[in-house]
């Protein structure tokens, strides 16, 4: 295939991942932004393939190893449960980040094969363009490696810190720029391993400075080192589809990086070079024991919700994981049958990654139309009669707004205070992930319904 010929398919591709981060941008047209997302990524790897020319015995080899890579994924993607697609994303994030390291290395150790120069005599643009490549590409791959252990509760969700970190920190970045200074003029394969060595080891001290409940914003800070890394391989390879994927994938991490820190009162720097949630331990001013709570069962939320003329549903990762989104919607249509007005109301943060809500509703056909975002629905708490949260913890705390001392202070949270009756789904009293305990838990409005949520909605279900 003629190098402009490529480059057509290669804009093509380009507007179609376009359009399929413009789909992805609203529930209802998530799945024709996925279909451009397919489309625009096999339109990629076909050209690439064409544009090889002679065929070699390795293209064989490429091809099996696609179809093996390519059945892994899909195996993984259809087997993943919902509850851990944030692990998923981190997990894909890595690879990603790894991917761009060994091309990194195959450029650096075979430069004739990439037309940037022979061994020890690499072009200058290319040799700068593989270091930040490899370096970014290391950070993000130990970096989403430490997320996924958090996730999964291999490793401690708890922040780790250590006396000196942030300065260890700033000492490594700026070894990183004088070891890729001395790299272009001395092209030292030592130094090239030594590189991506350190930069492995920061995005280890980068991620685990940061708590559980500051993953959602992890999450999209590594999908946008990705994209970074992504393309700076791609200006290695001259490679224009790669440039513009990784492009596209960097600005539109960072993008939703800053949306997640203002949805979480964060510094957006301070996400950037790390450590971020390594707050220091908060404890409240009275034990849970000395607080009084009421509780309740499915026969008293039923009557509170028959009684309503409107009920606000405030759904968190609880319900994700119980798998209870099914049973909410058919307690809707119940509610929605004695002519009882229902609205969702979703946190930027709620569940463990941006979307994470939206998504389990949309699985459960919720109309697009009864989700809110907090702007949109704040304010409706005031007037509404029941809102009923299930297994949503941080997002809907008081203490954000009135105590300068919580870690959560200052992050705009749902006020679902303000409703004239409160339901609280959750298994216990147990703190959220910023590990601090739920004022609401102990308003005189709330009632506690201590169950699995899904049990428990159905329960509600029968009761209405």
Not at 295 to 323: H, R, T
Not at 325 to 332: I, K, N, P, S
Not at 340 to 368: C, D, F, Q, T
Request: proline share 4%; charged share 10%.
């Amino acid at each position: 295939m003629s190098a402009n010929l490529s480059a057509i398919f290669y804009l093509i591709s380009g507007v179609l991942f376009i359009l399929a981060l413009r789909g992805l941008s609203s529930p209802e047209t998530s799945r024709r932004g996925n279909f451009f997302g397919i489309l625009g990524m096999a339109i990629a790897i076909i050209v690439t393939f064409l544009s090889i020319g002679n065929f070699s015995s390795g293209f064989i080899y490429v091809l099996i190893i696609l179809l093996i890579g390519g059945s892994v994924g899909a195996f993984i993607a259809f087997k993943i449960p919902m509850t851990a697609m944030p692990e998923l994303v981190a997990g894909f994030h890595s690879l990603v980040g790894l991917a761009a390291v060994f091309v990194a290395i195959s450029a650096f150790l075979n430069p004739e094969s990439f037309n940037l120069g022979i061994l020890g005599n690499i072009k200058l643009g290319s040799l700068i363009e593989m270091s930040i490549g490899a370096s970014i590409g290391a950070i993000t791959f130990s970096g989403s490696i430490i997320a996924f252990l958090k996730l999964q509760g291999i490793m401690s969700g708890s922040p780790i810190t250590f006396k000196g970190q942030h300065l260890l920190n700033a000492l490594i970045l700026i070894s990183i720029i004088i070891l890729t200074y001395l790299l272009c003029f001395t092209q030292s394969a030592n130094l090239f391993w030594i590189l991506i060595a350190i930069s492995f080891l920061i995005g280890f001290l980068l991620i685990i400075p940061i708590g559980g409940a500051d993953m959602p914003v992890v999450i999209s800070m590594l999908n946008s080192y990705s994209g970074w890394a992504a393309a700076g391989i791609g200006f290695t390879l001259e490679n224009s589809a790669l440039i513009i994927t990784g492009a596209l994938v960097g600005s539109s991490g960072a993008i939703l990086s800053y949306i997640m820190c203002k949805g979480m009162n964060r510094s957006f720097f301070s996400v950037i070079l790390g450590g971020f949630g390594g707050t220091e331990q908060y404890s409240s001013s009275k034990s849970k024991e000395q607080k009084p709570v009421k509780s309740g069962n499915a026969e008293d939320a039923a009557f509170l919700m028959k009684n309503a003329s409107s009920v606000i549903i405030v759904p968190g990762y609880g319900m994700a994981v119980a798998q209870a989104q099914h049973a909410l919607r058919e307690m809707v249509d119940t509610l929605k049958k004695n002519d009882i007005k229902v609205s969702y109301a979703i946190h930027p943060v709620a569940g463990r990654m941006p979307g994470h809500m939206n998504v389990l509703l949309a699985e459960a056909n919720v109309p697009y139309d009864e989700v809110f975002e907090l702007e949109e629905i704040n304010n409706d708490f005031s007037n509404a009669d029941v809102a009923f949260v299930i297994g949503a913890n941080d997002v809907t705390n008081p203490a954000a707004k009135t105590d300068p001392q919580s870690p959560i202070y200052g992050m705009p949270v749902l006020d679902v205070e303000k409703c004239k009756s409160v339901l609280f789904v959750k298994r216990s009293l147990s703190p959220g992930y910023a590990g601090i305990d739920n004022d609401l838990f102990y308003k005189e409005n709330t009632l506690m319904l201590f169950a699995d949520a899904k049990k428990m909605t159905e329960d509600i279900t029968n009761n209405l």
